[in-house]
T-cell receptor
Framework: AQSVSQHNHHVILSEAASLELGCNYS??????LFWYVQYPGQHLQLLLK??????LVKGIKGFEAEFIKSKFSFNLRKPSVQWSDTAEYFC????????????FGSGTRLSIRP | DTEVTQTPKHLVMGMTNKKSLKCEQH?????MYWYKQKAKKPPELMFV???????INESVPSRFSPECPNSSLLNLHLHALQPEDSALYLC???????????????FGQGTRLTVV
């Protein structure tokens, strides 16, 4: 069965610091990969997605992620965070015969100090 | 219109009550989902409907009963719930149906359910 691991449970950064959140998935077939963000009191929003092609994908609000197939990873990055990036970040995956099952990682809470 | 609309936003119900959660999308999406999210936890998949047919049930207790009246609507009927069922219930939709890839899910704001 497919699964997603996010190793950073809570990350605290100062404004302007660089960000990298880890995401690893376990699935041998072709997958779709997503990063969703959930701001306090708001619904899940898609930050970016990878289906195929260029493994470096750019999303909204200056976020990007790199798909490294050999490492089964899809880490999220941002060169300079802002206080407004404070939120919960979820990596998600679907693929193969479970194409409609979008499975979420445990989430990383990001706190930005102003 | 890229919205998934859920009603009500908040619901408090007793353990003997029957209530329903509603979800609507007008994006022509063929798959619709129910997720359950407890505080500080990721969303957990409950049900998937594809082309208005139930295609995935993640071993959800029968006190939760989904219904898809048409391609734009998804309901979740609740009966005899337990306090531990209190959570945020999220509806989502995506363009592709079961077995099709390359699709993302759009989420509603959720219904905050409290069972007393």
């Amino acid at each position: 069965a497919q699964s997603v691991s996010q190793h950073n449970h809570h990350v605290i950064l100062s404004e302007a610091a660089s960000l990298e959140l880890g995401c690893n998935y376990s699935y041998g077939g072709t997958v779709n990969l997503f990063w969703y963000v959930q701001y306090p009191g708001q619904h899940l929003q898609l930050l970016l997605k990878y289906f195929s092609g260029d493994p470096l994908v750019k999303g909204i609000k200056g976020f990007e992620a790199e798909f490294i197939k050999s490492k089964f990873s899809f880490n999220l990055r941002k060169p300079s965070v802002q206080w407004s990036d404070t939120a919960e970040y979820f990596c998600a995956v679907n693929g193969g015969s479970s194409a409609s099952k979008i499975i979420f990682g445990s989430g990383t809470r990001l706190s930005i100090r102003p | 219109d890229t919205e998934v609309t859920q009603t009500p936003k908040h619901l408090v119900m007793g353990m003997t009550n029957k209530k329903s959660l509603k979800c609507e999308q007008h994006m022509g999406h063929r798959a619709m989902y129910w997720y359950k999210q407890k505080a500080k936890k990721p969303p957990e998949l409950m049900f998937v409907y594809s082309y208005e047919k139930l295609s995935i049930n993640e071993s959800v207790p029968s006190r939760f009963s989904p219904e898809c009246p048409n391609s734009s609507l998804l309901n979740l009927h609740l009966h005899a719930l337990q306090p531990e069922d209190s959570a945020l219930y999220l509806c989502a939709s995506s363009q592709a149906g079961v077995g099709q890839r390359n699709t993302e899910a759009f989420f509603g704001q959720g219904t905050r359910l409290t069972v007393v």
